[in-house]
Nanobody, 119 residues
Framework: QVQLVESGGGLVQAGGSLRLSCAAS????????MGWFRQAPGKERAVVAA????????YYINSVKGRFTISTDNAKNTVYLQLNSLKREDTAVYYCGAVEGASGSWDYWGQGTQVTVSS
């Protein structure tokens, strides 16, 4: 059974930084793709960044390029999202997602972690 557990969210002032972690368990993830998504109030959940488990093929939405960094630590079975230069519009619940293979539907989700950016 795949389990994804996020941590690291919190309240931060605009311009600040946070690091989100997603601990994955239940499978060998070597051929999986991992992603970070976010959902703001009144909006749908949407991808923020994604990466293959071996650290290749990172993807970012335009609004976070240069500010956020996604990475993996295979030894710890953990995916990270470093959030720098945070803006109020980054406020959302952040979710870790996983999909087996390079494409397909995101079938596995964590419980989410709240990121709140104050002005």
């Amino acid at each position: 059974q795949v389990q994804l557990v996020e941590s690291g969210g919190g309240l931060v002032q605009a311009g600040g930084s946070l690091r989100l972690s997603c601990a994955a368990s239940g499978r060998t993830f070597s051929r999986w793709r991992m992603g970070w998504f976010r959902q703001a109030p009144g909006k749908e959940r949407a991808v923020v960044a994604a990466i293959s488990w071996d650290g290749s093929n990172p993807y970012y939405i335009n609004s976070v390029k240069g500010r956020f960094t996604i990475s993996t630590d295979n030894a710890k079975n953990t995916v990270y999202l470093q959030l720098n230069s945070l803006k109020r519009e980054d406020t959302a619940v952040y979710y870790c997602g996983a999909v087996e293979g390079a494409s397909g539907s995101w079938d596995y989700w964590g419980q989410g972690t709240q990121v709140t950016v104050s002005s």
